[in-house]
C-alpha cells in the first residue's frame, strides 16, 4: 500500500517534483486521520504544526470574518 501511496502523491503538484525516497520518508512518519463527514481537521487560528493531504472525499474551507458569525 505504501507502494502505491507514493506513486499516487508523485501525481500531485506538491510532490510531483520531489524524490521518490524523500516521498517514502514522508508517508513512512505520517499518520492516517480519518475525518467524519461535518468534522473538522483544524479550525481557523489552530497552531500550524501539521500539513494534511486529502486521500479521498471532499472537503470544504471556510473563514471567520471579523464581525460575521462564524
Known amino acids: 500500500m505504501k507502494a502505491?501511496?507514493?506513486?499516487?502523491?508523485?501525481?500531485t503538484?506538491?510532490?510531483?517534483?520531489?524524490?521518490?525516497?524523500?516521498?517514502?520518508?514522508l508517508?513512512?512518519?505520517a499518520r492516517r486521520v480519518e475525518v467524519s463527514a461535518l468534522d473538522y481537521f483544524f479550525r481557523?487560528?489552530?497552531e500550524g504544526r501539521s500539513a494534511w493531504v486529502l486521500e479521498e472525499g471532499h472537503a470544504s474551507v471556510f473563514r471567520?470574518?471579523?464581525?460575521?458569525p462564524a
Request: no cysteine; proline share 3%.
Open 64 to 68: 471567520e470574518r471579523e464581525g460575521e
Open 44 to 46: 481557523q487560528g489552530d
Open 27 to 29: 508517508v513512512s512518519r
Open 4 to 11: 502505491n501511496r507514493i506513486a499516487e502523491l508523485q501525481q
Open 13 to 25: 503538484p506538491m510532490f510531483g517534483a520531489v524524490d521518490s525516497e524523500i516521498v517514502r520518508l
